[in-house]
């Protein structure tokens, strides 16, 4: 059995902390940021929203056929869907931040229990998407770095976090279609 690589996770763990508090600002920042407002002549990327909700889907499928695989014991599988799983966020990341710098934002126009029922599913995904961050790229590096008990451990919490965050992804992009413009 391999060894926990500590001086691997050490270095790892500085970017942790960096990177979880980085993303977040730099998402919050340039979500607002209008690069029309900025003298730039580019189209508004109203393409992007159906192709980063899908994104997200496949996130959400990735997790569970890693799931799968790692409970059958197939460890480079479940290694490789994982790693797969983190680029894809990654991917959804970028277009939501272009859509975002490009485009107004779109108003949810459902009325009634629906309103509040959308507003309750966007904001525990809004909450759950800047908490996952860290939970991620410990899970991760945990994992990379062998250090399999505490992965484990972890990996519990993780796992259904960053479901949700991918399926819900999903369920908002799909609640508030109707109303892009």
């Known amino acids: 059995m391999e060894t926990v690589n500590h001086v691997k996770a050490k270095k790892y763990n500085k970017w942790i902390i960096v990177l979880s508090i980085i993303i977040p600002i730099v998402v919050a920042v340039l979500s607002r940021v209008k690069l029309q407002d900025l003298g730039f002549d580019v189209q ?39 790693t797969t799983s983190v680029w894809t966020s990654v991917i959804f990341l970028v277009m939501y931040v272009a859509y975002h710098m490009t485009s107004d934002s779109t108003q949810f126009g459902g009325e009634g229990a629906i309103k509040y029922i959308y507003y309750f599913i966007l904001i525990t995904h809004i909450v759950l998407s800047i908490v996952i ?13 062998n250090d399999i008990e505490r992965h484990r451990k972890i990996a519990r919490i993780t796992f259904p976090m960053w479901l949700y965050v991918a399926v819900t992804g999903v369920v908002v992009y799909i609640m508030i279609s109707p109303y892009y413009i």
């Open 133 to 145: 961050i860290p939970f991620v790229l410990i899970t991760y590096v945990r994992g990379i770095t």
């Open 44 to 82: 508004p990327l109203t393409f992007l929203p159906p192709i980063y909700a899908t994104i997200n889907g496949f996130t959400a499928l990735l997790l569970i056929f890693a799931f799968i695989a790692i409970k059958k014991k197939n460890v480079v599988l479940h290694e490789n869907l994982m």
